[in-house]
């Protein structure tokens, strides 16, 4: 079982336009076209069974069409081997109840993104997000560290979210990147162990780049083995395999896996059992 617990998907008729422009400020290339059937023939070349869809809001009031389109679809998706979860901005008044109806409906988790969302992690906004959907049994995951194409700040640091957990403590608590793009040794050696869960996401291997101008950091991801360093200092138990689709490969992140030197009972976990778990599947 593999599950790929970071993907993005757009609607066929934007897809093209919202990746060209993420592109324009990261100056790096998509992998595949961000559409559903996009990422389920990377699924299939991948031999992944199923991925997580992550949507953003990045304005409070996309919140509950978003969320309602998500709750909607959410079957068909799964027909396609794909769970959606739902999402949230920190300026969204109603969340209390927009987060219990994620929860009713059966949505497993909710994405936040403080980059995209112009809030930092630990402010008193997404504090009151992140304790009411622990409280509901939600799963939590949000970008971490710096974001490539918004790199003026770093939303998401070490320290913040060292802040959250002494605050909040949320139960299911996700942290993308590895534990925070760019400030990955920061993690390590500040954060590890900690009890949340990281994702893989764009953070291993080479990045596709536009030549010019250059993208600023897209020199900065782990090598194969820093990443397996800091998957066991963490706990390989608490690892998920995730790309960011679109923005990489999942038979060349499966292939990183398979190839490193994890043992094969460190690859099922991270492949798919912890996914399962977290996911009560």
């Not at 998907?9 to 559409?35: C, E, H, K, M, Y």
């Not at 993104?113 to 009151?128: C, E, K, T, V």
């Not at 959250?164 to 760019?182: E, N, S, Y």
């Not at 990443?227 to 995730?242: E, P, Q, S, W």
Request: aromatic share 8%.
């Amino acid at each position: 079982m593999i599950i790929d617990f970071h993907t993005h998907t757009f609607p066929d008729r934007i897809a093209g336009r919202v990746l060209q422009s993420l592109s324009n400020a990261s100056r790096t290339l998509p992998v595949v076209d961000g559409t559903i059937g996009g990422l389920t023939a990377n699924m299939k070349a991948a031999g992944v069974d199923f991925a997580v869809n992550l949507p953003v809001m990045t304005r409070p009031d996309q919140v509950e069409s978003l969320n309602h389109k998500m709750i909607d679809s959410q079957e068909d998706l799964l027909a396609s081997g794909i769970i959606t979860f739902g999402g949230m901005h920190p300026d969204y008044q109603n969340y209390k109840q927009e987060l219990r109806l994620l929860h009713e409906s059966g949505i497993k988790g909710i994405k936040l993104h403080p980059a995209y969302q112009g809030r930092n992690i630990d402010d008193p906004s997404f504090l009151r997000i992140i304790e009411t959907a622990s409280a509901l049994g939600l799963i939590i995951l949000t970008h971490a560290g710096i974001d490539i194409g918004i790199y003026d700040h770093n939303y998401a640091s070490v320290p913040q979210i060292l802040n959250v957990l002494r605050l909040v403590a949320p139960d299911r608590f996700v942290l993308a990147h590895m534990g925070g793009w760019g400030c990955w040794y920061q993690f390590e050696a500040d954060l590890a162990g900690a009890p949340l869960w990281i994702d893989t996401a764009f953070s291993i291997g080479p990045i596709p780049v536009m030549t010019e101008p250059p993208a600023p950091l897209a020199s900065q991801n782990l090598s194969v083995e820093d990443a397996v360093r800091i998957m066991r200092k963490h706990g390989t138990d608490r690892v998920l395999f995730a790309t960011d689709s679109p923005w990489a490969d999942m038979v060349d992140y499966v292939q990183m896996v398979k190839e490193s030197t994890l043992s094969n009972e460190e690859q099922e976990r991270i492949l798919g059992s912890n996914a399962l778990q977290l996911l009560g599947m």
